[in-house]
């Protein structure tokens, strides 16, 4: 009896120990990590495209941080006041401007239909697609669009020119007569699946300085870009991917522009796919439109509910000091003490699983409230280029091993 029941425990580990395996192997599998997205928001008037998306064809260059065999494309009608109609979408790699490598060209579909409506308030996952996508690849997304909201979902500050054209055709090599926009409209989302299980995603999540406004466009130049090119030339890190979720304008806890970074920080970071690694650098428009020290506390007390929500997750979370605004029209001696005080908060509270000097690396080392001039856009508020290389240049990749 006792033989017969060791022998039948026996059998039972044993066919245990098989549907583990088979689990473990279907979470290779279906391990799907962002390589590429852009925070959506409600299209305001001057941001709309500079002719109708109905019935017409947009091709948009997006860059992609890690690379994958196959793929997913995530498109939004979040913002929307009726359905979005596409009729077809063909990815391929962008040869510049409104140019594809044709022989790298695949149409998308979605539940095996290469036409999509996309119900008001709703994002659509593309069918995976194999694909083989490198590292670091410009890639041209081309939209023909049918029936189209009047209220648009997209992300204005894209730095990047998509290309507008009244053709029927997605898979053209070359847009005929476009007319140009430096918006990305409806995209939201490229996702790749892996069998690295060590594969993760950074959000960098912040607002007009992660967004990248004062970087070159067309040149993906932006601080969150800067470090995705140095993850990837690290062997350590080149499994790590960057998804920028920076808005231009964006407030913290209300007004600025788009979802406020307390209402998107669950889209935004923790319904990412593969999010392992949090960068914040948010505030600075909160205390250039308050009048109150007492936006301090209050900013305070919402980094240390993202921290809390993040680390629920099995998410690190680094935070940015606040850059200097000495001579923007942010500045006043209220509002300065308010940055230093946040700033000092987030350099001896250990809240942080690490702190990143923005500040100390930009600030000019004569007037600490200013912007060093050799990083200075001309705003006083934002880097230019050389100001996000510095920024994207300090960050100790390090903590993308953990």
């Known amino acids: 009896m006792e033989k017969s029941f060791i022998s039948s425990l026996l059998v039972v580990l044993f066919l245990l120990a098989c549907i583990a395996v088979s689990v473990s192997a279907a979470g290779q599998v279906k391990h799907w990590v962002g390589t590429w997205a852009a925070s959506q928001q409600l299209v305001e008037p001057h941001n709309m495209p500079p002719r109708s998306l109905a019935n017409n064809t947009l091709r948009q260059v997006v860059r992609v941080s890690i690379g994958g065999r196959r793929i997913r494309l995530k498109l939004s009608n979040e913002y929307g006041n009726s359905p979005l109609e596409i009729k077809a979408v063909h990815l391929a790699q962008s040869a510049g401007l409104h140019r594809i490598t044709p ?19 709703q994002t659509v996952i593309s069918d995976p697609l194999d694909y083989a996508l490198p590292g670091l690849t410009e890639m041209a997304i081309t939209i023909h669009f049918g029936e189209v909201p009047s209220a648009i979902t997209g992300h204005p500050g894209s730095r990047t020119t998509s290309y507008l054209s009244t053709t029927s055709a997605v898979d053209l090599e ?38 990248g406004r004062g970087s070159t466009p067309n040149f993906n130049n932006r601080w969150p870009d800067i470090l995705a090119e140095r993850l990837q030339a690290n062997e350590a890190t080149a499994h790590i991917s960057v998804l920028n979720h920076g808005i231009g304008g964006n407030a913290v806890l209300a007004g600025g522009l788009g979802p406020t970074v307390y209402r998107r920080f669950k889209r935004d970071v923790l319904e990412q796919n593969g999010v392992r690694y949090l960068i914040i650098l948010a505030g600075v428009n909160d205390i250039g439109g308050s009048h109150s020290p007492l936006i301090a506390q209050q900013l ?26 000495g001579g923007s029209g942010y500045y006043n001696p209220v509002r300065e003490e308010v940055r230093q005080t946040v700033n000092n908060w987030i350099r001896t509270s250990g809240v942080f699983d690490a702190v990143i000097d923005f500040d100390l690396a930009l600030r000019d080392p004569e007037y600490p409230e200013f912007l060093d001039p050799a990083y200075d856009s001309g705003d006083h508020l934002h880097p230019n280029a050389a100001g996000y290389r510095r920024m ?10 953990k």
């Not at 022989?103 to 008001?120: K, L, Y």
């Not at 994207?392 to 091993?401: C, S, V």
Request: glycine letters at 6%; charged letters at 15%.
């Open 392 to 401: 994207g240049e300090i960050i100790d990749l390090t903590l993308f091993t």
């Open 174 to 211: 070359r847009m005929p007569s476009p007319v140009t926009t430096e918006r990305w409209y409806i995209i939201s989302g490229i996702d790749i699946c892996t069998e690295n299980l060590q594969a993760a995603a950074v959000v960098t999540l912040g607002d007009s300085i992660t967004d």
């Open 103 to 121: 022989e790298t060209g695949r149409m998308v579909t979605f539940n095996r239909s290469q036409a999509v409506t996309i119900p008001p308030g």
């Open 300 to 325: 305070i007390n919402a980094f240390k509910r993202f921290v809390e929500q993040a680390h629920e997750h099995n998410i690190y979370v680094y935070v940015g000091t606040i850059l200097p605004f």
